[in-house]
């Protein structure tokens, strides 16, 4: 189960936040999970739901392996 | 029990994107710089409060796929409590969900009775924003500070009011600032017209039947999207393509899909992608994003309406840190416009496993970005200038590829030769398309353009960003590649034409800045031909000969790459009938069968990076 979280940024601030799943830029919401007991970064709930169904089973052996851009 | 019949919907629709058409005829009737003027290259919308896209205008996809992505980051970083009626946004920031920098949207809320409606906005490439090259297209920037200025989103205008310090640190950081203030003002002018139309629509069928009709249009398109999507057997589908280089270095970049279509969504996984590199070659998300959204829209009907309900069926993966997804503070401005082209057919190549008579054979895959800028010696006044030239699609399962056409994320038309020179320092010699640059096939490649300037002023500054000089366009089911684009130099007094790598000592021929170029010199620019679809043998030889009265193929080619003996007597071409005959049989009997995919792909076992190698080597060895 996820919570909406703002991301409050000083104006000087360059770093950005990327989805965990898609990669997209998240502007001042932020949808946390925890997964493995991990925090994960969405977009939205859609995002979080196509990791489980998607990127996890696709993915996971080859993120252990070299790690996905996520985790650079 | 909904107001809305199919009829009703779609007569709202065609309201909806009048509006966006006038907003259009608006930009392109008052700007003052020819890429709105001629080149046509912007898109405008209507948005909902939400952001999503109500209606647009088919001008510049790669934009509209971007805007609703440009448009929500506004929204969420100002905050809707801090946007009021009569306010004006501004947005290009790369960093913060824009495309690259040139690209400025620029947008208004529609309030209607006090209440807000939504938004109405437009996006177009701004010709000249600062950074380290005139025209803002720095094919050898390392970080973004070098390609020109960032705008996070911030006002223009307040409640009607000029906010006069923005617009002051605008026109200051832009070298053709007058350019700058005419354009900024056709935008503005298109969304008060489209601000006027809508507030008459509603005043004419009430705010809750276009706000219903507009949930419904995005409901409607999702549901025939999908419905297309459905008819693609569902699988994963991958592929592989390069970027030749990044203006930076001399390597080239791999770009990886992996397409996996399940029921009624598709799935486009970037997955494998190179690390992004110091050139501007990176796109960023929201570039990428469009890319998908072209693809898998171009393979669907063109009557869908095209709004934000026809995103839903597709899901985008683009890791960070990426070619496909640049992270701060990585160069990208020729993400939006070579390699956006790269990604659309890296998709269409990977679902020609799935879906081949959709897809058309390799398309040239370079917007020949070409740049001119310094103080024109007539007015004395510093001018700069954008143009782009078209290239051969490639040949689909119907029809042979369009010739000299702007690429299909960009859509965009070139400048009149007459509008041209009428304003900049280089003289058209020639501008013609190129004979035998289109792949053979029974469906023929387009062809590419060929242009030379001469060069008036005592020095104008030249910067370029072209692509396709090594890796040609693929023929696809037994048609052969097109051909390379190449960009030459002729200096006054030289006898020969030779590459800008040569001459001015740069580490890319197809990707440099600041050269400056003087009274006299020529310059050469050609553009690549599409690639063939369908053996070439089987194209019916009176399209041959049609082809080589046309010149679009040489008597050589003819015989060649398509069997066909074509003789000429008396100026009459002709065709021989029983040499074609034999020549074809001959042509058949001598080939490898069966006939693979792509004119270069991997065999069972070989890998991508032998074909790497292969098409580098095929290069140098055709010289």
């Given at each position: 189960m996820g919570n909406w979280r703002d991301i409050k940024l000083p104006w000087y601030e360059t770093k950005i936040l990327n989805c965990s799943l898609c990669g997209r830029m998240i502007p001042r919401k932020v949808w946390i999970v925890r997964i493995d007991g991990e925090e994960r970064e969405f977009c939205n709930p859609d995002c979080e739901k196509l990791y489980h169904e998607y990127w996890l089973p696709t993915h996971s052996k080859k993120q252990k392996k070299t790690g996905n851009a996520k985790d650079n | 029990m909904s107001k809305f019949d199919t009829v009703a919907l779609l007569t709202l629709h065609n309201r909806l994107v009048n509006i966006c058409e006038e907003m259009a005829l608006v930009m392109m009737k008052t700007a003052y710089s020819t890429i709105f003027?001629?080149?046509?290259d912007f898109c405008c919308v209507i948005l909902n409060k939400d952001a999503e896209i109500i209606a647009e205008t088919e001008y510049t996809p790669s934009m509209i796929g971007a805007i609703t992505h440009t448009a929500k980051w506004t929204i969420e970083e100002m905050g809707m409590d801090n946007i009021a009626p009569g306010d004006v946004i501004i947005h290009n920031d790369s960093y913060r969900g824009?495309?690259?920098?040139?690209e400025h949207m620029i947008m208004k809320p529609v309030f209607l009775d006090g209440e807000l409606f939504g938004f109405v906005g437009n996006m177009g490439h701004v010709a000249e924003i600062g950074g380290k090259a005139p025209g803002s297209f720095a094919a050898d920037a390392t970080d973004i500070y070098q390609e020109g200025l960032r705008l996070p989103?911030?006002?223009?205008?307040e409640k009607g009011e000029y906010v006069k310090d923005v617009w002051k640190m605008i026109m200051t950081n832009h070298r053709t600032p007058y350019n700058t203030w005419g354009d900024f003002h056709a935008m503005i002018g298109s969304l008060q017209v489209a601000e006027k139309r809508l507030a008459g629509l509603v005043e004419r069928y009430g705010r809750e039947y276009i706000e219903e009709g507009s949930r419904l249009l995005m409901d409607y398109s999702a549901r025939r999207l999908r419905a297309e999507i459905e008819e693609i057997p569902d699988g994963t589908y991958h592929a592989i393509n390069w970027?030749?280089?990044?203006?930076?270095?001399?390597e080239m970049i791999q770009i990886e899909v992996t397409v996996t279509v399940r029921g009624d969504e598709v799935i486009v996984d970037f997955t494998g992608?190179?690390?992004?590199?110091?050139?501007?070659i990176n796109c960023t998300w929201v570039v990428s994003a469009s890319v998908v959204y072209i693809a898998i829209l171009s393979l669907?009907?063109?009557?869908?309406?095209?709004?934000s309900g026809a995103f839903r069926p597709i899901k985008i993966i683009a890791p960070p840190g990426t070619v496909v997804n640049v992270q701060h503070p990585g160069p990208c401005v020729a993400g939006n416009t070579d390699s956006q082209i790269k990604l659309i057919d890296l998709i269409l190549s990977a679902l020609s496993q799935a879906i081949p008579r959709k897809i058309t054979a390799g398309s040239g895959g370079s917007s020949s970005n070409f740049l001119i800028g310094g103080v024109h010696p007539d007015t004395g006044q510093y001018y700069s200038n954008y143009s782009f030239d078209g290239q051969g699609t490639g040949g689909t399962a119907f029809k042979d590829g369009n010739d000299a056409e702007i690429p299909r994320h960009g859509n965009c038309r070139n400048s009149p030769i007459e509008v041209f020179e009428g304003r900049y320092s280089l003289l058209t010699l020639e501008y013609k398309l190129v004979n035998d640059s289109g792949g053979p096939g029974r469906n023929r490649g387009g062809l590419g353009i060929s242009r030379i300037y001469e060069v008036t002023a005592p020095e104008v500054t030249i910067s370029a960003l072209f692509d396709r000089f090594k890796i040609k366009p693929w023929g696809l089911f037994g048609g052969k590649e097109g051909t390379n684009s190449s960009l030459t130099i002729k200096k006054k007094g030289d006898n020969r034409w030779r590459t800008f790598a040569e001459v001015y000592g740069r580490p890319s021929a197809s990707k440099f800045t600041n050269a400056v170029v003087t009274k006299g010199d020529l310059i050469h620019i050609v553009t690549p031909g599409g690639g063939g679809f369908g053996d070439p043998l089987d194209r019916n030889p009176e399209l041959v000969l049609e082809d080589v009265k046309e010149g679009y193929v040489s008597l050589e080619s003819a015989k060649r790459d398509y069997g066909v003996v074509i003789v000429k007597t008396n100026k009459m071409y002709q065709i021989n009938q029983e040499a074609t005959r034999a020549e074809r049989e001959r042509l058949r009997a001598a080939r490898p069968e069966p006939i693979p995919l792509y004119d270069w792909w991997p065999k069972e076992g070989e890998s991508i990076n032998v074909v790497r190698e292969q098409l580098i080597g095929r290069r140098s060895r055709s010289g």
């Open positions: - | 003027s001629e080149g046509l824009g495309c690259h920098l040139p989103p911030i006002k223009l205008m970027l030749e280089d990044d203006g930076v270095s001399a992608s190179s690390p992004q590199v110091k050139g501007p669907t009907d063109p009557y869908i309406p095209r709004n």
